[in-house]
């Protein structure tokens, strides 16, 4: 929260005098709207008081902020570049690390940190979940989550890698998600590719909702052809002997094998059930008048899904605010991609989509774009992404002035 304030506070004089395109202001001025929304429920409409609330605002509004840092500079394509290549790099050593950690144990320091703070799900069963240099297994999830969007941005982008380890580094990726033991990543690492070639490389709005609405219908006959058959596939099987191949140690079951559960079956899974039925206590004190306009306040009430959680703390007001947020970048980016002429702009869209859908997907059961990494990549790139006329403006530069130097 320091860094961001003294960013803007440094960029002052550069954002007075910068003028977006017209039609970037309606994103802004939405971001903006968000903001103060953010603003004001820590002082007003809260069942708490301010000295309980203003500690919390660091989860809702700082973040948002990075939007007009991503707005400002759309136009310097070298520096996006490299920022996803830094992603990248520090996403494939963080996953070597956390290997390290799951192979060879972990540190002093570490030891002393898992052990002096009050996170009950760092462990399962005894086993302390890898967290690589982050604070907590999700972080680290999430960040290898992004790290895979940046692998496939810099494929589209031709950059001077061979393809051989692009896809080396999307299988120790995928690993280094595996062995955190957060399963909605799991779902979220595999709905990365689904949404790239369901949405990303279909252009219309009216496909994609075909191609969704087929992805629906193949899940419902997968759902009734096993039902009626009695047959289910052994998926913790099957990923038990492969994490019985992969290593000896037998706490890695205990992380990964009998973990499968909850993604081939949850409505047996004792912890969805519990979140379920946290969210029908929601839905059931909404239709309160004042609970469900305003909710209760911002931190008063954590559900375990970034829609419930909105929900509880400001109520539908707040739950439609988010969902324009989210539908709008949406809409951003298939609208780069349907009409940009520019390969590495919608390349760059592409893998910002993608992001965000997963984002959306996973924050069911989750608040991912609340805490680092992902709040930071989910507000900066999608105000990248809004500005895109900007990004036009420097390839066209770029281009226009390789064609007059002289031969």
């Not at 992969?246 to 205990?254: F, N, T």
Request: with cysteine; proline share 3%.
């Amino acid at each position: 929260e320091m860094i961001l304030a003294i960013t803007f506070a440094g960029l002052f004089f550069a954002f007075r005098d910068f003028h977006p395109d017209r039609r970037v202001k309606v994103y802004t001025r939405l971001v903006a709207g968000y903001f103060g929304f953010m603003v004001i429920r820590v002082f007003l409409f809260s069942h708490g008081p301010v000295s309980f609330t203003l500690p919390r605002f660091k989860f809702y509004g700082p973040a948002a902020l990075l939007f007009f840092l991503g707005v400002f500079y759309a136009g310097r394509i070298r520096d996006l570049k490299r920022l996803w290549i830094f992603t990248v790099i520090l996403a494939t050593l963080s996953a070597l690390y956390a290997i390290k950690q799951l192979y060879l144990g972990y540190s002093s320091a570490e030891q002393i940190w898992y052990t002096s703070i009050d996170f009950s799900t760092l462990m399962i069963k005894d086993v302390v979940r890898p967290f690589s240099f982050f604070q907590a297994p999700v972080v680290f999830a999430d960040y290898l989550q992004i790290g895979i969007v940046g692998v496939l941005i810099l494929w589209m982008w031709n950059v001077r890698i061979p393809r051989v380890i692009l896809v080396l580094l999307i299988g120790l990726l995928f690993y280094g998600i595996l062995i955190t033991s957060v399963r909605s990543s799991w779902i979220g690492a595999v709905a990365t590719f689904i949404f790239l070639f369901a949405f990303a490389n279909v252009r219309g709005n009216k496909k994609r909702l075909g191609v969704l609405g087929s992805l629906v219908l193949a899940y419902i006959a997968y759902e009734l052809i096993t039902g009626t058959l009695g047959v289910q596939p052994d998926i913790q099987g099957a990923v038990g002997n492969l994490s019985g191949g992969l290593s000896h140690q037998p706490y890695l079951d205990r992380l990964v094998a009998d973990r499968t559960g909850a993604v081939t079956n949850p409505f047996e899974e004792h912890s969805f059930l519990s979140r379920v039925h946290t969210w029908n206590v929601i839905l059931k004190t909404s239709t309160d008048v004042v609970l469900g306009l305003v909710g209760r306040g911002m931190g008063q009430f954590k559900a375990d899904s970034l829609y419930f959680t909105y929900l509880a703390e400001f109520g539908y007001i707040g739950l439609a605010l988010l969902f324009t947020v989210l539908f709008s970048f949406l809409w951003r980016g298939m609208t780069v991609i349907d009409t940009c002429q520019e390969k590495e702009i919608v390349a760059l869209a592409k893998g910002v989509t993608v992001m965000n859908l997963v984002f959306i997907l996973v924050s069911i059961t989750g608040t991912h774009i609340h805490t680092f990494p992902g709040d930071a990549y989910f507000w900066f790139w999608n105000g990248v992404v809004v500005n895109y006329p900007a990004m036009q403006q420097a390839l066209h530069q770029s281009a226009h002035l390789q064609n007059e130097l002289p031969a």
